[in-house]
Nanobody, 124 residues
Framework: QVQLVESGGGLVQAGGSLRLSCTASGRTFSTYAMGWFRQAPGKEREFLGAISQSGGSTNYADSVKGRFTISRDNGKDTVYLQMNSLKPEDTAVYYC?????????????????WGQGTQVTASS
């Protein structure tokens, strides 16, 4: 079992930046692949990116490639999502999640543990 807590969300003007953090407690953080997802009102949960257990591999959705960067610090049991050049369409609740699968899985169904989410609003 692992518990995940996101932080760092908020209101930002379009073109601005935010960094989200997700801190884990419980079982060994370094055994999980970590993913970031978001969900806007009336829309399905969307994969943003994932990072492998060691941090050596990352995988991004086309919608955020080049603007968002995932990193992790296994010594701090924390994964980060750096978001630059934010757009109004990036407004959503953002979630981190942990998966037992090796690598950078994209499907929400393979993530067993989820945080509570943090709101990000990019205003025009």
């Amino acid at each position: 079992q692992v518990q995940l807590v996101e932080s760092g969300g908020g209101l930002v003007q379009a073109g601005g930046s935010l960094r989200l953090s997700c801190t884990a407690s419980g079982r060994t953080f370094s055994t999980y692949a970590m993913g970031w997802f978001r969900q806007a009102p009336g829309k399905e949960r969307e994969f943003l990116g994932a990072i492998s257990q060691s941090g050596g591999s990352t995988n991004y959705a086309d919608s955020v490639k080049g603007r968002f960067t995932i990193s992790r610090d296994n010594g701090k049991d924390t994964v980060y999502l750096q978001m630059n050049s934010l757009k109004p369409e990036d407004t959503a609740v953002y979630y981190c999640a942990a998966s037992w699968l090796y690598g950078t899985p994209r499907s929400p169904s393979v993530y067993a543990y989820w945080g509570q989410g943090t709101q990000v609003t990019a205003s025009s």
